[in-house]
């Protein structure tokens, strides 16, 4: 079992920065590869970033590239989500997820273990 927790979101004005951070406990985080999902309200869950087991190839969403950097840091167990130049669309609870792989993955369904997410708040 992987116990993941959220934390770092808030409200934040469009254009601005916020960085996300997950924090693992129990099985070896430094295994899995690991994501970074969201949801609006109304909306379904979508992917946002993915980052390999060695946290060396990163993976993102069209809508989010260029714009947010995912990382790792393995030896505090910790994955973090650096937010830049947020829009309003980007408003949404936050998700980390990791998965029973070490590659990268868009897919949902292939993560096994989820945090509770943290909510960001754009204001224009």
């Known amino acids: 079992q992987v116990q993941l927790v959220e934390s770092g979101g808030g409200l934040v004005q469009a254009g601005g920065s916020l960085r996300l951070s997950c924090a693992a406990s129990g099985r070896t985080f430094s295994s899995y590869a690991g994501g970074w999902f969201r949801q609006a309200p109304g909306k379904e869950r979508e992917f946002v970033a993915s980052i390999s087991f060695g946290g060396k190839v990163s993976y993102y969403a069209d809508s989010v590239k260029g714009r947010f950097i995912i990382s790792r840091d393995n030896a505090a167990n910790t994955m973090y989500l650096q937010m830049t130049s947020v829009k309003s669309e980007d408003a949404a609870v936050y998700f980390c997820?990791?998965?029973?792989?070490?590659?990268?993955?868009?897919?949902?369904?292939?993560?096994?273990?989820w945090g509770h997410g943290t909510q960001v708040t754009v204001s224009s």
């Open positions: 997820a990791t998965r029973a792989g070490s590659r990268v993955s868009g897919d949902s369904d292939d993560y096994a273990y």
